[in-house]
């Protein structure tokens, strides 16, 4: 997976000290953010899934992480539809993709 947040730091004007801000925010929150998504999942919760599903792919979008906006995506999807078949498997993936994304923040702007 790679990542490119030159569309982002477009939108902010280049700059860097607002890119490390909303990078740091991301870093710190974005396990709220999972767990609810995955308490939504273990309780088969759809609902739960669905609020947390639509947020967090506003969070990826912002940060033009296509694959995980699909993710995100599909999972609300599924909630809205009540089709819990799968979605295990996603949350997984969309888990991993952000710990990834997480990892590459921190090696790369040492936050």
């Given at each position: 997976?790679?990542?490119?947040?030159?569309?982002?730091?477009e939108?902010?004007?280049?700059?860097?000290?607002?890119l490390?801000?909303?990078?740091?925010?991301?870093?710190?929150?974005?396990e709220?953010?999972?767990?609810?998504?995955?308490?939504?999942?273990?309780?088969?919760?759809?609902?739960k899934?669905?609020?947390?599903?639509?947020?967090?792919?506003?969070?990826?979008?912002n940060?033009?992480?296509?694959?995980?906006?699909?993710?995100?995506?599909?999972?609300?999807?599924?909630?809205?539809?009540?089709?819990?078949?799968?979605?295990?498997?996603?949350?997984?993936?969309?888990?991993?993709?952000?710990?990834?994304?997480r990892?590459?923040?921190?090696?790369?702007?040492?936050?």
């Amino acid at each position: 997976m790679k990542f490119d947040l030159s569309s982002l730091n477009e939108l902010l004007g280049n700059d860097e000290d607002a890119l490390k801000d909303i990078l740091r925010a991301f870093v710190t929150d974005y396990e709220k953010y999972v767990k609810d998504l995955e308490d939504g999942v273990i309780e088969r919760d759809f609902e739960k899934i669905k609020k947390n599903a639509h947020a967090m792919k506003s969070v990826v979008g912002n940060f033009n992480l296509k694959e995980l906006y699909d993710y995100a995506s599909d999972m609300e999807r599924r909630a809205k539809e009540n089709l819990y078949d799968g979605m295990n498997e996603l949350f997984e993936k969309f888990k991993d993709g952000l710990i990834k994304f997480r990892d590459w923040i921190e090696e790369t702007y040492q936050i």
